[in-house]
């Protein structure tokens, strides 16, 4: 499975961003996808996944409520909207991908990665 991010860029704090994951090679519906985020100097952090099925959905405690994780199977495409962005959100998004039914919050749980979309902002 190949796993590859956009979406991210420079936004004002309190502004909005939608993060977009493509996914190929595999079957996408019966992956379960995540948004995992890594700032410098920080381990990298879950922010939230998604089941194959909607409205199967995780997040990480700070981000609920401003963020929404969502996927579209027919177009093999994982989102992540961000609102509300704050001081503590810049990071590099990455999404991932597990072959499973089951959700998972820890990094080591996934086996597919993407390479990142750097999401910077500013006050």
């Known amino acids: 499975v190949q796993l590859a991010e956009s979406g991210g860029g420079l936004v004002q704090a309190g502004g909005s961003l939608r993060l977009s994951c493509a996914a190929s090679g595999g079957t996408f519906s019966r992956h379960v996808m995540a948004w995992f985020r890594q700032a410098p100097g920080k381990e990298r952090e879950f922010v939230a996944a998604i089941g194959s099925i909607s409205p199967n959905i995780r997040y990480k405690d700070s981000v609920r409520g401003r963020c929404t994780a969502t996927r579209d199977n027919a177009n093999n495409t994982l989102y992540l909207q961000m609102n509300s962005l704050q001081p503590e959100d810049p990071a590099v998004y990455y999404c991932?991908?597990?072959?499973?039914?089951?959700?998972?919050?820890?990094?080591?749980?996934?086996?597919?990665w993407g390479q990142g979309t750097q999401v910077t902002v500013s006050s």
């Open positions: 991932a991908a597990r072959h499973t039914s089951t959700i998972y919050t820890t990094q080591d749980a996934y086996d597919y």
